[in-house]
């Protein structure tokens, strides 16, 4: 795929183009200790991505803030990762079309009061924090978070 140091996709230049993409996901653990894995996995095969991976994890503190080491110096920093480690979460490799923006687009805003209706965050999302749902933001880091929590071993083609 065409990716430009600016992070320019083939896709933002030729909107018609779709590729098949891969994305992290994780059903975070607001959402595991509500019962929601089964109601958020049916969205989400709804929306037409497929799963090709996924495991039940218990981030330790330390593996949380290394997955979120790119917000290290953000003020929501501490209680991010100790809310992610706080309990079990699902982390999946969903596959398909556009994948990121699609899965994107399902989970809605970070903020759930601001997402659009029927979004996994509208209908779940406790608060900003607490928002149910993680999704891969670009190719890049989709590649990064996948490595992080899977090996090829563990994704199916
Ligand atoms: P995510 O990475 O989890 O898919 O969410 P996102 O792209 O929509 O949001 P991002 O800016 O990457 O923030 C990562 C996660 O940090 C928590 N957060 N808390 N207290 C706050 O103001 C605040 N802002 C963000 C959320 O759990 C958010 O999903
Ligand atoms: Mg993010």
């Known amino acids: 795929m065409f990716r430009s140091t600016a992070g320019i996709t083939a896709q933002n230049i030729c909107p018609e183009v779709t590729m098949t993409e891969r994305t992290l996901a994780i059903i975070k653990p607001d959402a595991v200790k509500r019962g929601l894995v089964g109601t958020i996995l049916k969205m989400i095969e709804e929306s037409g991505l497929t799963v090709r991976g996924m495991k039940m994890i218990h981030m330790t503190r330390a ?8 917000h290290k110096e953000r003020p929501f920093f501490a209680g991010l990762t100790e809310f992610m480690s706080s309990g079990p979460a699902v982390v999946a490799v969903l596959e398909g079309e556009n994948a990121i923006a699609v899965y994107r687009e399902l989970m809605g805003n970070t903020a759930p009061a601001k997402a659009a209706p029927d979004t996994i965050r509208k209908l779940y999302g406790l608060d900003v924090e607490k928002n149910s749902c993680h999704g891969s933001d670009a190719p890049l880091t989709a590649a990064t978070e996948i490595a992080y929590f899977f090996n090829n071993l563990e994704i199916s083609s």
């Open 63 to 70: 593996q949380a803030e290394g997955f979120y080491a790119v």
